[in-house]
């Protein structure tokens, strides 16, 4: 292409060490760590979850769809970038993008821990090793910091910190820990993030309903489910008025496609102009879509339904992504994948999705 697109969704895969070294030492014992199963292959473990993480999939861009699998991998067998920044500038350059925003790996899964103490613990752990990370390359490697969001008092001195430490974005949990996030109680947290030009970003698989092993008829068949938890909480800060009392706030809706906007506005609108009444809405000034269309930003991968749907959508919202090293990542052949979803694009709009947005949102220099 004639110009390096920026990854507005990519991730690090959490090596051995990245909450044992950087955690409070109360924790140390139980932080998140890499264990070795006969049948499971390298895991990760986290204290008092059930259910570990497998590595197989967490670092698997470039595979062939027959080869995925969640089983069996050796943690030095994945894709270095994902822990190394140098090797990580390699992988970028081999994909011909110039930069990328980076989430966690298994940070997406602590969201959902029951204990907030810990997770609070792990959150601060990653984004000391995190900084350290894009220190490297603070150009290419756009951090976003995690907070567990126990209190608004501590989410405020977590988002001042994060931005202290050089992110820029911050990653929220899908629940907090006390009322939802419709409550005015957190007015003062979300005018902090504007204080602080910080985008708010909510990921797939971080809210308590994102259960893949809850599904219906096949296995796949739990894979169409992965993007109801974002719609739950768009639609939270939508008709919550959290929009309505904060014009200026920023979302980002992670990794949960694009091409389903048009349908979900006009059902919003629908739900609010017929329904909202004796579904208890309160009167906002604006219709539902006209607060998504401006305050929510959506980053997908492959959604070639979102490219030819720029018309019924705010074309300055949306952002690409590469979500590298995941397993549903286009790396490395997001250079064929764009030439091909982007051919019926104007210059403005493909330049716009593929780097003008981004950059905007998140103040690149780049």
Same mark, same amino acid.
């Given at each position: ?190 005018? +902090?993030?504007?204080?602080? /030009? !910080? ?8 809210? =308590?309903?994102?259960?893949?092993? &809850? $599904? ?122 764009? +030439?091909?979803?982007?051919? /019926? !694009? ?8 593929? =780097?003008?947005?981004?950059?905007? &949102? $998140?103040?690149?220099?780049?």
């Amino acid at each position: 292409m004639d110009m390096k697109p920026i990854s507005a969704d990519s991730h690090i895969t959490e090596p051995p060490n990245c909450y044992i070294d950087h955690i409070d030492p109360k924790y140390r014992d139980t932080a998140p760590r890499i264990h070795n199963d006969e049948k499971l292959g390298d895991i990760y473990v986290i204290h008092d979850l059930s259910t570990p993480i497998p590595m197989g999939l967490v670092a698997a861009a470039g595979k062939d769809p027959s080869e995925l699998k969640a089983k069996g991998a050796k943690f030095e067998e994945l894709h270095r970038g994902g822990w190394d920044p140098v090797q990580r500038l390699a992988d970028q350059d081999r994909d011909g993008i110039a930069a990328e925003v980076i989430y966690p790996t298994v940070g997406m899964l602590l969201c959902n821990h029951e204990d907030a103490d810990y997770k609070k613990a792990c959150f601060d752990a990653y984004n000391r090793w995190l900084q350290a990370y894009c220190e490297s390359a603070p150009d290419r490697l756009i951090g976003c910091g995690q907070t567990a969001m126990r209190s608004v008092e501590e989410g405020i001195e977590d988002l001042r910190r994060i931005k202290e430490m050089g992110f820029k974005g911050v990653m929220m949990p899908g629940n907090p820990v006390q009322a939802d996030y419709d409550d005015p109680m957190y007015d003062p947290l979300w005018e +902090a993030a504007i204080d602080l /030009d !910080l985008p708010l970003s909510f990921h797939i698989l971080t809210s =308590r309903n994102d259960d893949l092993r &809850l $599904y219906r008829g096949p296995k796949i068949n739990s894979f169409l489910a992965i993007i109801r938890g974002c719609q739950d909480i768009i639609g939270t800060f939508i008709f919550g008025g959290v929009f309505e009392r904060h014009p200026d706030l920023k979302l980002v809706c992670v990794e949960a496609d694009a091409g389903w906007v048009p349908h979900y506005m006009y059902r919003m609108d629908h739900a609010y102009k017929r329904h909202r009444y004796w579904l208890k809405c309160p009167e906002m000034a604006k219709l539902p879509s006209e607060y998504f269309r401006e305050n929510v930003y959506m980053t997908f991968q492959d959604d070639w339904t979102a490219f030819k749907s720029t018309g019924m959508l705010n074309p300055e919202r949306l952002m690409w992504a590469n979500d590298f090293p995941h397993s549903d990542s286009t790396w490395p052949w997001s250079q064929e994948m764009l +030439a091909e979803h982007t051919a /019926d !694009l104007t210059a403005v709009n493909r330049d716009a999705i593929l =780097r003008g947005n981004v950059k905007k &949102l $998140y103040n690149l220099a780049a």
